[in-house]
């Protein structure tokens, strides 16, 4: 018996409708963790926390410029500063 016949073929919808929602995180983190994966594939040692630590950074300046343009785009405005956003993101968070 399998689990289709058992439970029907609703039973599956709440996932679907799950992944369908959470698809943009879920997205995030699959890249995530191929990047970590290439970095301790490409790397001569063990993966360490400074090549965590230094990916995370380097994405949470791409993610902040994102939210930032998503908003001008939502918000029915068209910017073309994406790079001065971007810069402002990295001085930013240098001086943290």
């Known amino acids: ?3 289709v016949s058992a439970r029907g073929p609703k039973a599956t919808v709440p996932l679907a409708r799950w992944l369908a929602r959470n698809r ?23 993966l360490t926390y400074f090549d ?3 990916l995370s950074s380097g994405g949470a300046t791409s993610a902040i410029a994102a939210m930032g343009q998503t908003l001008v785009v ?8 994406a790079g ?13």
Do not use: E, K, Q, R
């Open 1 to 3: 018996m399998s689990l």
């Open 24 to 46: 943009g995180a879920l997205i995030a983190a699959i890249v995530f963790a191929l990047s970590l994966g290439v970095v301790d594939w490409v790397g001569a040692g063990p």
């Open 74 to 81: 939502l918000s029915g405005g068209f910017d073309l500063s």
């Open 52 to 54: 965590v630590s230094f």
């Open 84 to 96: 001065a956003v971007v810069s402002l993101v990295n001085v930013a968070l240098a001086s943290s």
